[in-house]
């Protein structure tokens, strides 16, 4: 079983619509939890970036984290066909290891206009 | 300032050969990473670097890969007699000491 579990979709919404993106994970050392969104061809772009457990967010985007669960998500409001994307959780335990972060699949997300 | 680099950003070779592929990090971060993404997947961890010196190699997956940094800046990592298993996107990461990773575009290699 992988660390961490990410459906990969694809997923394909209207724009507009409000899009919910999850990963599932296994280890209770997890501390710090990001999403990336990557762009065909392109190199992974920090979306969010949260610590422990609660929900912070930025614009159209809403992080929530769920540690006792060990489940996080990212929704998307209004979503447009800009954000039409690859989008992937990733996640790692506490300062002062290696930081080195640990990916799920990754989500395919299409925003048809 | 500019973001990570990566050259070059395509690399096809033939089975057996070696390839060099370099990163040049954000200026300022000490911390440097190599990431392997196959078709489809996630980023796998291979490398991490803390200035020159790397303690954590957990994620390389055989002898044939190695990679250095220089100068707490240029790194490269290196394949040798590569396979056709070896054809993924190469990321490279760089942060200050236990914050947020930035990427660079990756190399994108493939074994023939």
């Known amino acids: 079983q992988k660390e961490v579990e990410q459906d990969p979709g694809p997923l394909s919404v209207p724009e507009g619509a409000i899009v919910s993106l999850n990963c599932t994970y296994s280890n209770s050392a997890f501390q710090y939890f990001m999403w990336y969104r990557q762009y065909s061809r392109k190199g992974p772009e920090l979306l969010m970036y949260?610590?422990?457990?609660g929900n912070k967010e930025d614009g159209r985007f809403t992080a929530q984290v769920d540690k006792s669960s060990k489940y996080i998500s990212l929704f998307i409001r209004d979503s447009q066909p800009s954000d039409s994307a690859t989008y992937l959780c990733a996640m790692r335990g506490q300062e002062g290891n290696t930081g080195k972060l640990i990916f799920g699949q990754g989500t395919t997300l299409q925003v048809k206009p | 300032g500019a973001g990570v680099s990566q050259s070059p950003s395509n690399k096809v070779t033939e089975k057996g050969k070696d390839v060099e592929l370099r990163c040049d990090p954000i200026s300022g971060h000490t911390a440097l990473y190599w990431y392997r993404q196959r078709l489809g997947q996630g980023l796998e961890f291979l490398i991490y670097f803390q200035g020159n010196s790397a303690p954590d190699k957990s994620g390389l997956p055989s002898d044939r890969f190695s990679a250095e940094r220089t100068g707490e800046s240029v790194s490269t990592l290196t394949i040798q007699r590569t396979q056709q298993e070896d054809s993924a996107v190469y990321l490279c990461?760089?942060?200050?000491?236990?914050?947020?990773?930035?990427f660079g575009p990756g190399t994108r290699l493939t074994v023939l």
């Open positions: 990461a760089s942060s200050s000491p236990s914050r947020e990773q930035f």
């Open positions: 949260t610590y422990s457990s």
